[in-house]
């Protein structure tokens, strides 16, 4: 009686020979040589490189000996699950323990000293072993291997004979070890070229990976015949079975990537951040003149602005407006264009948010709504915490920014009213927790996602709060700006107003203004170029320069504004679609998720790539530096791409307000309960639910007919014109770097042709036909 399908792959172990002895005497001369050496080297050997050795061999072993290696003839996907383990897994572990020093010493000593001494002093030897551990050798080899062992009749060769087979395995495992072996650098070695070339080495070489998968993923036949030919096993066809194969080749090779970039790079560029004083210079400043234009002074608007309820009355009307978004997105029909949970929050009122942003100021944040219930809570005097440390950096507002991104396109929020409302329901409660518990606007200042993309874009803000006059603030000794008084707490977010330059972390909450006891603050009207070319030391942040965290954050937003207008065109998304019908395990959010922290991952070694060209070009500044500096020069181009991507969601939507209107006055009318019963009992795609999207946005259908070209007009002008501020912002932090007329040509000229490229993938996609999200269509 044949046995079932799970007991014998379990019984399908077994303890290849050579292999196990292999392992097992590296495992004792390994051990061996550890505790001797790591007496007088307990620094270069740690325990923690043990254990990644020992690992390191397990799973070379397990590759070799676990059902994996029976299973190779009836699923590719099991034979790319080995290969990854020989090559990715297996070889970078054993060079983690930095193994040459412990196995020689683990050797008994007579055989060192008489055998192998005499032949390791030999110049035959040390020529060998640069040409071994050379760069050039591991990763030629090893994409050499991946290429060739993966033509089918090589692999057909290596599935018909057992001694292929494993002069595969070997070659794969050799050449893996001579690719890993600059990456990890393992002690002792003669390695002296930059670590920031480990980055590009890596992403090139996996890059061989990701197209030899992507090949294998797409194809329409069986790539192997002998997999079309023997017995499916777990019912799955030879087509899926490639595809899976395929998809884990692809996302092997952007995992392993990023796991062996991202922990170096974050090494080499998150220095700590230099401390910046919150108190006043001891020496008197010179005095400044008033400013000729201050909006606290305006007769109406500084009024509102200085008045001690001013700003908690602009937060209760943008309160009870979420909570009017909540309670519609919650009960309202489910249909965007109809509900404003849906068209009005994203396509209305987020490009006027970035409208308000670019030409005037932080006025979201201002009157946030998210934050009041905290500051209720505070009024009851409850002990806070400190916000810890270790998380007072902008590296958790980076993540979740692109994690608020990703929801947005998983989740389709646009279409989804109830989603929508359940996240901004998230969004109060996790704003009360926080800024409840701990001191200061913890939540604002290093959690937000709205409220770090409202920092970045208020970099080019016109409007800016400062101080009247420096010579004010330095015979200043009590300092209510940011130590507050027993009227006004100060500033929450510790920014001193006479050191404060620029909006970065600024919410605009006016506690400085009330608790100033010299009105000595002002909103005056400033250059936003002046903020792209200088840094200097900056209040509660230090030099941008410094700051790879935010450097982060800037960039997540440039190429989000890319990525949020990418997939609405139509042949992004026609290629998204056919891809998730081929492969429904694509649409898993899990899945989904890494591969956006993948792809967001590829992004920015491509920067960092151009950054180090940068860098190698200007000689002088340090590589962080230049990541620094220029990923705020690249700012305007990506707020640019976003402004022209708004453009299109208020152009779209706008007509949809007077049918959004009739909505939201039938919701209070006494035939409501009708209604929403009707409307809940229809399907989707009813005719009535296509009838009320295309009311709409019929006007704006025939608008775009007869105006498109407007349109792209406005979208190329907004765009070219951010083009244009990164060029002059990045020839001025150029200018700033280098003294070399040549090197300013060279920098400036590389620095251009970055930026372009940019903007053509901009300029494409506004080119393309794009679905209008949220409108029904």
Same mark, same amino acid.
């Given at each position: 009686?044949?046995?079932?399908?799970?007991?014998?792959?379990?019984?399908?172990?077994?303890?290849? /020979?050579?292999?196990?002895?292999?392992?097992?005497?590296?495992?004792i001369v390994y051990l061996r040589g550890w505790q001797f050496a790591r007496v007088t080297r307990p620094r270069e050997l740690p325990i923690w490189r043990a254990l990644c050795f020992f690992t390191g061999l397990l799973t070379l072993w397990l590759a070799l000996a676990s059902p994996l290696?029976?299973?190779?003839? &009836?699923?590719?996907?099991?034979?790319?699950?080995?290969?990854?383990?020989?090559?990715?897994?297996?070889?970078?572990?054993?060079?983690?323990?930095?193994?040459?020093?412990?196995?020689?010493?683990? /050797?008994?000593?007579?055989?060192?000293r008489d055998e192998l001494a005499p032949w390791m002093s030999s110049r035959a030897l040390r020529w060998l072993q640069k040409l071994l551990t050379s760069p050039a050798l591991g990763w030629i080899s090893m994409d050499l291997a991946v290429v060739l062992w993966h033509l089918p009749a090589a692999?057909?060769?290596g599935l018909r004979s057992n001694f292929w087979h494993q002069m595969e395995h070997a070659c794969f495992f050799f050449t893996s070890l001579a690719f890993w072996w600059y990456v990890v650098r393992p002690w002792p070695n003669r390695i002296r070229s930059s670590r920031w070339l480990i980055i590009p080495y890596v992403a090139l070489a996996h890059m061989v990976l990701f197209f030899v998968g992507l090949v294998i993923a797409l194809s329409k036949r069986v790539v192997y015949p002998s997999y079309a030919e023997v017995p499916r096993l777990f019912g799955i066809s030879a087509l899926t079975d490639q595809?899976?194969?395929?998809?884990?080749?692809?996302?092997?090779?952007?995992?392993?990537?990023?796991?062996?970039?991202?922990?170096?790079?974050?090494?080499? /560029?998150? @220095?700590?951040?230099?401390?910046?004083?919150?108190?006043?210079? +001891?020496?008197? =400043?010179?005095?400044?003149?008033?400013?000729? &234009?201050?909006?606290?002074?305006?007769?109406a608007a500084g009024t509102l602005l200085r008045s001690r309820f001013g700003r908690r009355a602009l937060q209760f009307i943008s309160f009870a407006a979420i909570s009017g978004i909540i309670f519609d997105g919650l009960y309202g029909v489910q249909v965007g264009p109809l509900n404003s949970a849906g068209a009005l929050l994203w396509n209305i009122l987020r490009p006027l948010n970035l409208i308000l942003l670019l030409f005037v100021a932080n006025v979201f944040c201002m009157a946030c709504p998210f934050v009041l219930p905290s500051e209720l809570v505070r009024r009851f005097g409850i002990p806070q915490l400190r916000w810890p440390e270790r998380l007072s950096t902008k590296w958790p507002a980076a993540v979740l920014m692109l994690l608020f991104f990703w929801a947005y396109e998983q989740f389709a929020l646009w279409s989804s009213p109830r989603d929508t409302a359940l996240l901004l329901i998230s969004y109060v409660v996790a +704003?009360?927790?926080?800024?409840?518990?701990?001191?200061? +606007?913890?939540?604002?200042?290093?959690?937000?996602?709205?409220?770090q993309f409202n920092f970045i874009a208020s970099l080019l803000a016109p409007l800016e709060l400062g101080v009247r006059s420096r010579h004010i603030c330095?015979?200043?000794?009590?300092?209510?700006?940011?130590?507050?008084?027993?009227?006004?707490?100060?500033?929450?977010?510790?920014?001193?107003?006479?050191?404060?330059?620029?909006?970065? @972390?600024?919410?605009?909450?006016? @506690?400085?203004?009330?608790?100033?006891?010299?009105?000595?603050? =002002?909103i005056t009207l400033q250059s936003p170029l002046r903020e792209l070319a200088r840094d200097p030391v900056r209040s509660s942040l230090g030099r941008i320069s410094v700051r790879a965290d935010l450097a982060a954050l800037v960039l997540v937003v440039v190429f989000s504004s890319i990525a949020n207008a990418a997939v609405m065109v139509a042949p992004v998304a026609r290629f998204l679609t056919s891809f998730r019908h081929q492969h429904p395990w694509a649409e898993a959010p899990l899945l989904s998720l890494l591969a956006t922290g993948l792809f967001s991952a590829i992004l920015l070694l491509l920067y960092v790539a151009v950054a180090w060209l940068l860098k190698s070009l200007a000689a002088s500044p340090s590589l962080r530096a230049v990541f620094c500096r220029f990923s705020i020069a690249l700012l305007p181009l990506g707020l640019s791409i976003w402004l022209g991507h708004l453009a299109f969601h208020l152009a779209s939507s706008w007509s949809s307000i007077p049918a959004l209107l009739q909505h939201l006055s039938a919701q209070f009318s006494p035939a409501r309960a009708t209604v929403m019963q009707r409307a809940a009992s229809m399907p989707h795609n009813s005719m009535p639910h296509k009838l009320m999207a295309a009311t709409s946005s019929s006007m704006f259908t025939t608008l775009l007919g007869a105006?498109?070209?407007?349109?792209? @007009?406005?979208?190329?002008?907004?765009?070219?014109?951010?083009? &244009?501020? =990164?060029w002059y912002a990045g020839r001025q932090v150029i200018r700033q770097m280098v003294n070399s007329g040549r090197r300013i040509w060279s920098m400036s000229a590389l620095w251009a042709v970055s930026s372009t490229a940019l903007y053509a993938v901009a300029v494409w996609i506004f080119t393309q036909p794009m679905y209008m999200r949220g409108m029904g269509m």
């Open positions: 009686m044949p046995q079932p399908l799970p007991e014998a792959i379990a019984h399908s172990w077994i303890i290849p /020979l050579w292999p196990t002895l292999g392992t097992l005497t590296a495992g290696d029976a299973l190779d003839p &009836f699923l590719l996907v099991a034979h790319m699950t080995q290969h990854l383990l020989l090559m990715s897994i297996a070889p970078p572990l054993l060079l983690l323990g930095n193994p040459l020093v412990p196995l020689l010493r683990g /050797l008994p000593r007579s055989l060192v692999y057909e060769l595809a899976l194969a395929g998809g884990e080749m692809i996302l092997a090779g952007l995992v392993v990537t990023v796991v062996a970039v991202v922990p170096i790079m974050l090494q080499l /560029l998150s @220095d700590q951040p230099q401390s910046v004083q919150t108190t006043a210079p +001891a020496a008197a =400043s010179v005095g400044t003149p008033a400013p000729a &234009f201050d909006l606290l002074h305006a007769p +704003a009360s927790v926080i800024n409840s518990v701990f001191r200061g +606007a913890s939540f604002c200042k290093y959690i937000c996602p709205v409220g330095s015979s200043c000794s009590t300092h209510d700006c940011v130590r507050g008084n027993a009227v006004q707490h100060g500033c929450e977010l510790k920014l001193y107003l006479p050191n404060k330059v620029g909006n970065l @972390d600024c919410t605009l909450c006016m @506690d400085c203004v009330k608790a100033c006891p010299q009105d000595n603050v =002002s105006n498109r070209l407007n349109l792209f @007009d406005l979208q190329v002008w907004i765009v070219n014109l951010g083009l &244009f501020v =990164s």
